[in-house]
């Protein structure tokens, strides 16, 4: 099976801060990535798909990059709204075909 | 817009079978490129993929936990099914159905999630 780490695990930031969060794969995925949003309590949200490809109707300050095994997922000024816990997945054609990162928890410094 | 709901019991029994079933609005099950998914939260941590539904009915689980699991879809109903038996404290989660979309892009990624639902195990 296919693994993903993420780095860090935890961050404190400032509102305006730049944010980068790091998902490594233990095997080549192409572009087979997504970025996912998730606050307490509620289901994660879909940022990025296809490692760089920002979904509709999330702000412009989210976006991604990486190809193989090595992603990053960048929020360019940290809003309010921002603070939450972020998810990596990929989709490839080992079992089983979906895993998710651990999260990188992103707080209020 | 495609919208989930789960919907099932809140609290099982150790040994009994957990049953939630998960229903779409707004779009057909039917639609072809879609997985149709469960995926699943142990308290405070990550999320694991539990298995998919395509509206053909073939299914895919996650090998870990794929002698307990099953995955059914009625498309008269837009709905699809998990079933997951033999349940433990450690099943104990908050459950998610979600849509795994492989039309718009390159490979498969969850779009469109339910509201989650808690299932406690315990007698």
């Known amino acids: 099976a296919i693994q993903l780490t993420q780095s860090p695990s935890s961050l404190s930031a400032s509102v305006g801060d730049r944010v980068t969060i790091t998902c490594r794969a233990s095997?080549?995925?192409?572009?087979?990535l997504a970025w996912y949003q998730q606050k307490p309590g509620k289901a994660p949200k879909l940022l990025i798909y296809?490692?760089?490809s920002l979904e509709s109707g999330v702000p412009s300050r989210f976006s991604g990059s990486g190809s193989g095994t090595d992603f990053t997922l960048t929020i360019s000024s940290l809003q309010p709204e921002d603070f939450a816990t972020y998810y990596c997945?990929?989709?490839?054609?080992?079992?089983?075909?979906?895993?998710f990162g651990p999260g990188t928890k992103v707080d209020i410094k | 817009q495609v919208q989930l709901q789960e919907s099932g019991p809140g609290l099982v029994k150790p040994s009994q079978t957990l049953s939630l079933t998960c229903t779409v609005s707004g779009g057909s099950i039917s639609s072809g490129g879609y997985y149709w998914s469960w995926i699943r939260q142990h308290p405070g941590k990550g999320l694991e993929w539990i298995g998919y539904?395509?509206?053909?009915?073939?299914?895919y689980y996650n090998p870990s936990l794929k002698s307990r699991v099953t995955i059914s879809v009625d498309t008269s109903k837009n709905q699809f099914s998990l079933k997951l038996s033999s349940v433990t404290a450690a099943d104990t989660a908050v459950y998610y159905c979600a849509r795994a979309d492989g039309v718009r892009g390159v490979t498969y990624f969850f779009d469109y999630w339910g509201q989650g639902t808690l299932v406690t195990v315990s007698s």
């Open positions: 095997q080549g995925i192409s572009s087979a």
């Open positions: 296809d490692a760089s």
């Open positions: 539904i395509y509206y053909s009915g073939s299914t």
């Open positions: 997945q990929q989709f490839n054609n080992y079992p089983p075909p979906f895993t």
